[in-house]
């Protein structure tokens, strides 16, 4: 009798766990296990969209790894964007956010000057930099020759496009700029006294009071920063159909990369593969690429997390 | 709190989300609807096209317009400005707001579209109707609307490419006619290129891969190239016409001033359907356009008189002058359309009425694509533009053949461009078989 109460209690707790955890599981399920899923089937599928899918092994693996020539490029592109970009945007936002709360007057008026170029659409945000950065009418280059400096060909020079990639991203730093000047704000002043009575100097005093304050939203800029250029899309693709002068009318066929595919990124061969070439195997491929990077740099830095974040944090 | 998952929970966990990956397996796939519907019934159907101008969308509505004045049953929801990406979709997704009709601006989706069964293969209708597609449309126009035997598509007006020059300039430099072989042009571009610092006070000819309508397969067309040979293969390493297409545009790249000075040069032009086109604006003497240009040329009235005449051909070719490359928009019914009969009906009066068709190519300034529409009386047009009919009424005339992964081939033949022009790529030949060896690569995948 008493066995039977205890199964039966334990049968109610774990349909109330589960009744409590239903909202999760099928936010789970619908959002991230059934895409997953379907992304890794379909990678040993032929499918093309239309027809019913055939298996297909691992051709498409192959394809992507040995003869998909954007494949590469576009990972090197993308890691390239992981590593520069999301180290100088931290690295950008944090000295901006801290010079502005340095700053005794006027701060209105720095706050919104940085924080405006985030509201820009990145569309028009992207065209409005190839217009500044265009090497032939450009200001930004007619300004460096006057000034008797090398004038790049930016968006245009396989050498300057991802540089000029990241000077879009260093505009756009608004969003960071804010969260860490609420952190900066927020560093109890008693710490930075204390520090000065014992004769720290002002870089101690950032590197011991204020870097270890701030490390969780250091950890949070890293890790949203690195998944923001692993999804990088809008902007390379932009800025290389703008360099080229390819206007996308219909019809008008256009291989993402310009110029000589540095600007490629991983995002976009997932739509060229699957949306343009209807090759949705292989399509899938490189977005379990994309999902297994995310998750190694995620788990990477979750993983140092204890050089950034202090106990307690 | 329990510190682990209780196995219930887990069990429940394991189960929803292994029958939604079944359900993956079960969610694919489109069975194309029969056509099996009554056309002389009351019906609307949807018809995509990708035109946007306002004049275009007009001569569309029009066009439309007359289709259903002669079939008072049916109705049309025309929907403009769809490109094919979004055609695609659609496509794939089918329902009552999908097309039934749709038409595309390129012809390298063809393929595509046929293989995968997107379309549904109109020769049944063709036949049904005593339409003799060979004797209707012109030969590229014939080829470039199937695959494998299936003619998923039918050409709905085509484009012709040609040479637009300033004649103006061809005068001042002491030039008495259009070129009319390679040597002849290329001899012409270097007269008519007049330098001023590290740009140009006007280029003869803007040859870079990235100068909009001077892409590989425009400029191939007058070479006659093979793209495939009878095994299906790519014929890009063994045909000599791509060694001799890459070569010459490569020589005038750097004949005219090299490819870094050409870019840096081209980045200060206009954009290709703005006023500002360099063509219109003198800074380029010649042009490879499509016969839409004059038009758009002369609403940018220009200081200078536009001449027009067919592309070049290689020097050993001097007896085909007048031939060119021909593409063009087609149209197609939706496989997963349930108003197939109608929709034929539309694609029929679209496509192979005369009246309609000469009526459309007025509209829009685009060749017709019937033979008996390339001689109508009705045909208004500049008399420079008769140069493009008769491009497209050659028989010498070329097209890009369709293939299972659409033009796939033609932008890895681009890449090479790219990369032979920039001189990325110095070895030729050797850039040619590893171009081959890369389209049948993709082929199999796609297959």
């Known amino acids: 009798m008493s066995t039977v109460t205890l199964a039966s209690r334990r049968r109610r707790a774990a349909l109330r766990t589960l009744a409590f955890m239903s909202p999760w599981l099928v936010g789970f399920a619908v959002f991230f296990a059934y895409p997953l899923l379907s992304t890794v089937y379909f990678s040993f599928m032929h499918y093309d969209g239309f027809a019913a899918p055939t ?222 070439r209807f090759d949705y195997g292989s399509a899938c491929v490189v977005a379990l690429v994309l999902f297994v990077l995310s998750m190694a740099f995620t788990a990477l830095l979750m993983r140092r997390r204890g050089g950034l974040i202090q106990a307690g944090d | 709190m329990p510190e682990v998952i209780p196995s219930g929970v887990r069990r429940t966990a394991f189960a929803l989300t292994a029958s939604l990956a079944l359900l993956t397996t079960a969610c694919t796939g489109q069975s194309g609807a029969g056509a099996t519907d009554d056309a002389s019934k009351d019906t609307t159907i949807n018809f995509w096209h990708a035109w946007s101008a306002p004049s275009e969308v007009k001569a569309v509505d029009s066009l439309v317009a007359g289709f259903e004045k002669a079939h008072p049953n049916i109705h049309v929801h025309v929907v403009g400005d769809m490109t094919d990406d979004k055609i695609n979709q659609a496509l794939r997704s089918g329902g009552d707001r999908a097309p039934d009709v749709i038409s595309s601006f390129t012809t390298n989706n063809v393929g595509k579209f046929c293989s995968s069964g997107a379309l549904v293969d109109l020769n049944p209708f063709f036949e049904k109707s005593h339409i003799d597609p060979a004797t209707t449309f012109p030969k590229p126009m014939n080829e ?104 010459l545009q490569k020589r005038l790249v750097d004949e005219l001033g090299g490819f870094r000075r050409l870019e840096r040069f081209r980045a200060t032009l206009g954009d290709e359907w703005g006023p500002r086109h360099p063509f219109h604006t003198g800074q380029v003497a010649m042009q490879l356009d499509g016969e839409w240009r004059l038009g758009m040329a002369l609403d940018a009235k220009p200081k200078f008189e536009i001449g027009v005449a067919p592309l070049p051909v290689p020097d050993d070719q001097e007896g085909q002058h007048g031939k060119g490359y021909i593409t063009g928009t087609i149209a197609g019914i939706a496989a997963t359309s349930h108003k197939q009969n109608a929709a034929w009906e539309l694609v029929k009066y679209m496509t192979t009425d005369t009246d309609a068709v000469v009526g459309f190519a007025n509209g829009i300034h685009n060749v017709p694509s019937t033979l008996a529409a390339l001689k109508s009386p009705k045909l208004k047009y500049d008399p420079r533009f008769k140069t493009f009919l008769d491009i497209a009424a050659d028989p010498l005339s070329t097209t890009t053949p369709p293939s299972v992964n659409g033009g796939q081939y033609l932008v890895t033949i681009q890449q090479l461009g790219y990369d032979y022009e920039s001189g990325k790529v110095t070895d030729l030949k050797a850039g040619l078989k590893k171009t081959a060896a890369q389209i049948d690569t993709d082929i199999a995948q796609a297959k």
């Open chain 2, 144 to 247: 470039y609307t199937q695959y494998d035997g299936d003619r998923c598509a039918a050409p709905l007006l085509g484009d012709a490419y040609g040479l637009y020059y300033n004649k103006t300039a061809f005068a001042k430099a002491g030039i008495a006619h259009a070129p009319k072989t390679w040597s002849e042009f290329e001899a012409d571009a270097k007269k008519l290129t007049v330098r001023r610092g590290d740009g140009y006070a006007q280029l003869g000819f803007m040859p870079d891969y990235h100068g909009w309508e001077s892409t590989t397969e425009h400029y191939f067309g007058q070479f006659s190239p093979t793209y495939f040979d009878k095994r299906g293969k790519s014929a890009v390493a063994e045909d000599p016409a791509f060694e001799k297409g890459f070569t």
């Open chain 1, 55 to 276: 298996w297909s092994g691992g051709q498409n693996w192959g394809y992507v790894f040995e003869h998909y020539p954007l494949f590469w490029p576009a990972l090197r592109n993308t890691l390239w964007l992981v590593l520069v970009t999301v180290t100088l945007r931290v690295v950008f936002g944090l000295g901006v956010g801290l010079l502005i709360t340095k700053v005794r007057t006027g701060t209105g008026v720095f706050r919104t000057l940085f924080y405006l170029p985030y509201l820009a659409p990145p569309v028009a945000a992207t065209m409005a930099f190839a217009f500044l950065l265009n090497p032939g009418t450009g200001p930004v280059d007619s300004l460096l020759e006057k000034a008797g400096l090398p004038a790049p060909g930016w968006f245009s020079d396989p050498a300057w496009s991802k540089p000029a990639l990241t000077l879009l991203a260093l505009w756009g730093i608004g969003d960071l700029m804010v969260v860490f000047m609420a952190a900066l704000l927020d560093v109890p002043r008693e710490q930075y006294e204390a520090a000065e009575l014992d004769g720290a100097s002002r870089w101690q005093r950032f590197r011991y009071v204020t870097l270890p304050a701030i490390s969780p939203i250091v950890m949070f800029a890293v890790v949203t920063g690195v998944i923001q250029a692993m999804q990088c899309y809008t902007q390379p693709l932009v800025a290389g159909k703008v360099a080229s002068g390819v206007i996308q009318g219909a019809g008008v066929q256009f291989e993402p990369g310009y110029p000589d595919r540095s600007t490629l990124t991983l995002p976009q061969l997932v739509y060229n593969l699957g949306f343009q």
